[in-house]
């Protein structure tokens, strides 16, 4: 199936910096969305970017589907970005829309 | 406010008492999926609805079961449950289940401890 590798796995900022997490797949994907893990448990949608480039707030990411990379970027850090940012893709391989997760970046926002 | 919601939210229990976890989507979404997630085996699916009276088994079903019923609405159903399943699980729904291309949405968690 569907490798999805996200790093770096672990990452400390001080609030205010700015960060670029990174998620390379295997194979091409129909779907690839980005989600925070917040420290409740819950899954936040943060985009849904198979391909391009979109933008929401201090957030925005690109999907370059060729290269089969992701890119999120977070800028001007706050402590509300703490938790774990999960890349999850969906190749045309699989029937039943089953989203293959990254094991994550656990992000930490010190203040 | 369109949403995927699950009940309970919390829920510890004892090994053999039966459970059900709801699932309801308000979005008119066709398919339907819960999750597991556990440390260190991340996100895994455990069964799967293209629609309704649809379902099909993903990646980790033993020990479970769901109905698809009503289009809304998508349990889970734990008949026995074990100590190994004792987990945080995930509902999920995307407008469509074939092909890909639908960005999916999910609901809250339920955080199950079976002792």
């Known amino acids: 199936g569907i490798q999805v590798e996200q790093s770096p796995p672990d990452l400390i900022l001080q609030e205010g910096a700015n960060s670029t997490l990174r998620c390379n797949f295997s194979?091409?994907?129909?779907?690839l969305q980005w989600f925070h893990q917040n420290p409740w448990g819950q899954l936040i949608n943060l985009f849904y970017?198979?391909?391009g480039t979109k933008q929401n707030g201090r957030l925005s990411a690109t999907t370059v589907a060729t290269e089969r990379y992701s890119l999120l970027y977070i800028s001007s850090s706050q402590t509300t970005d703490s938790g774990v940012y999960f890349c999850?893709?969906?190749?045309?391989?699989?029937?039943?829309?089953?989203?293959?997760f990254g094991e994550g970046t656990q992000l930490t926002v010190n203040p | 406010e369109a949403q995927v919601t699950q009940n309970p939210r919390y829920l510890i229990t004892v090994t053999g008492k039966k459970l059900t976890v709801t699932c309801s989507q308000n979005?008119?979404?066709?398919?339907m999926s819960w999750y597991r997630q556990d440390p260190g085996l991340g996100l895994r699916q455990i069964y799967y609805?293209?629609?309704?009276?649809?379902?099909d088994k993903g990646d980790v079903p033993e020990g479970y079961k769901v109905s698809r019923k009503e289009k809304r609405n998508f349990p889970l159903i734990l008949e026995s449950p074990s100590p190994n399943q004792t987990s945080l699980y995930f509902c999920?729904?995307?407008?469509?289940?074939?092909?890909?291309?639908?960005?999916?949405?999910f609901g809250p968690g339920t955080r199950l401890t079976v002792l």
């Open positions: 999920a729904s995307s407008l469509n289940g074939r092909a890909g291309w639908w960005e999916q949405f």
């Open positions: 194979d091409s994907v129909n779907n």
């Open positions: 970017i198979p391909s």
């Open positions: 999850a893709v969906e190749s045309g391989e699989t029937s039943g829309s089953r989203l293959t």
């Open positions: 979005m008119n979404h066709e398919y």
């Open positions: 609805s293209m629609n309704v009276e649809v379902t």
